[in-house]
């Protein structure tokens, strides 16, 4: 039975920042779950401990850094503990951390960059990695990467000939998401679902939008009307352009679709808005909103779309990101794992005994009031525990006025499950590299003047050398 953890999750920001161009890592920003005996985690440069190899097993690396070890400790100590034949080993990577790309007060993501290229690099040299979780990489572009380039084993034979975790007790859609050419080269533990959404009455009835329909909608808002609180040209780019930046990007064939048409569209439609120099920062919530940004992690939060702040309903629309394919919501997967294509099928077979007990309903369960679990029913009897209580009411306060809330009732869980089938876009970050040279460009055409084109181009160039060399 796996033991109880306390998760103590925050935001890692990863990605550059329009207004400055660059991203520091506080450390109260870092991601690390903690367990109850709040045991202290040394570093070591070696795979193995000494003192406690067994010979009789076959031995299962696994690449971390002081800073995530801890969300694996616990079932790795348990796993080691059963006489099953295999023992999982740390490989530590905290020595290619580069403290002198730090600021005086946090970490940047140059500081981790080389702990990323070193994993990396491992894989291309054949050495000895078995188990990869995508937490392992401060950028998960790279490991992104990793997927898109075959370095990890398809788990669909897994799934296929297990009697305990496979595709009837897992969320089939989800694992199709995560499918790369019909192969499941990672398998994500928990996710959620990015997305934009907008009063009906605003961005009309369809879901799902092209930008040129966002386009046509924003013409015919009141005046004053806002993105997400803001109307500056960085308010844009990061409300609606920026989480699409992977969608002009081919890192499989090393191509990249800057100076299409769509890109320049999106370009020109962000420098019509003013400048941020000068601008209220705070979001301004008395005048009309145009659209904003959901992160649904729960039957309750999808609920809540439906309701101003003081729980006033309105009829809502999920409009999602603009785009021509497949839907603009994303799955945001939370905490993947891949197997190396390069272990052992014995090898391989003990990662996946290790991997599937992530995915049993005991553990799926307890922290899937986090997010939303892949294990089906775990999240079956979570969302149960909200329309459950349909009908009942909770009251809370927000800025001195006491307000009335209320749970979704069994037919809005149906339209929630019918919602999630209906994403089928997988968060795919590019690295931070190539991140990095977009915001430097889009930088330029808000501060500097840059034109749209020349801004496409100069992206279009730049991006096409970094992922020429992606290996």
């Known amino acids: ?27 109260d920003e870092q991601i690390y779950v ?5 045991e202290n985690v040394s570093v070591s440069n070696s795979a193995s401990d000494p003192e406690s190899d067994s010979s009789a097993d076959i031995v299962l690396i696994m690449p971390v850094t002081e800073m995530t070890v801890g969300v694996y400790r616990d079932v790795v100590d348990e796993f080691n503990a059963e006489d099953n034949g295999y023992r999982i080993e740390f490989k530590y990577y905290d020595e290619y951390y ?51 380039k075959g370095a990890f084993t398809d788990l ?14 897992l969320n089939d859609h989800i694992l199709e998401v995560n499918e790369t050419n019909g192969e499941l080269m ?7 679902i990015d997305t934009l959404y907008g009063e009906t009455q605003y961005v ?29 040209k960085t308010s844009v780019y990061e409300g609606v352009l920026r989480r699409n930046l992977a ?45 904003s940004h959901a992160e649904i992690d729960s039957l309750g939060a999808y609920h809540s779309l439906s309701f101003d702040d003081y729980f006033n309903k309105r009829d809502i629309t999920i409009v999602g990101y603009p785009s021509d394919d497949d839907g603009g919501s994303y799955l945001e997967t939370i905490f993947r794992f891949g197997i190396s294509d390069k272990s052992t099928p014995e090898q391989q077979k003990g990662a996946w005994l290790f991997i599937k007990r992530f995915l049993s309903y005991d553990f799926q369960y307890e922290l899937g009031s986090h997010y939303l679990p892949v294990n089906n029913a775990a999240f079956s009897d979570i969302c149960k525990e909200y329309y459950s209580r349909s009908g009942e009411s909770f009251t809370y306060t927000i800025e001195g006025q006491e307000c009335t809330g209320s749970y979704p009732d069994y037919d809005e869980y149906c339209e929630f499950l019918e919602y999630i089938d209906s994403v089928k876009k997988l968060d795919t ?20 003047g840059k034109s749209p084109e020349e801004t496409a181009s100069a992206i279009q160039n730049r991006v096409e050398i970094l992922v020429s060399e992606i290996y």
């Open 247 to 291: 969608s002009f990007v081919d890192i499989q064939n090393c191509k990249a679709y800057f100076d299409s048409p769509d890109f320049l569209k999106e370009l020109e439609f962000i420098n019509s808005f003013p400048q941020p120099i000068g601008q209220k920062t705070d979001p301004d919530n008395s005048v009309p909103e145009f659209i």
């Open 429 to 448: 970050d590019v690295n931070n590299d190539i991140t990095k040279v977009i915001e430097e460009e889009i930088c330029a055409m808000i501060f500097d």
């Open 1 to 27: 039975m796996l033991r109880k953890y306390a998760l103590v999750l925050s935001t890692t920001l990863l990605a550059a920042s329009v207004t400055s161009c660059s991203s520091e890592i506080k450390p």
């Open 156 to 169: 669909n034979p897994f799934l296929d000939s297990d009697e305990e975790i496979n595709r009837e007790t």
């Open 186 to 192: 990672t398998i994500p533990l928990f996710y959620t």
């Open 204 to 232: 009309g009835e369809k879901r799902d939008w092209t930008f040129d329909e966002l386009a046509e909608h924003w013409n015919r808002m009141p005046e004053r009307s806002t993105f997400n609180g803001r109307t500056t």
């Open 98 to 148: 580069d403290s002198t790309m730090d600021t005086e007060n946090a970490s940047t993501m140059e500081s981790f960059a080389q702990i990323d290229n070193q994993i990396v690099l491992d894989f291309i040299k054949g050495e000895k990695i078995d188990i990869v979780p995508d937490n392992s990489f401060t950028d998960k572009g790279r490991f992104n990467e990793l997927v898109k």
């Open 34 to 38: 903690e367990n109850s005996s709040k």
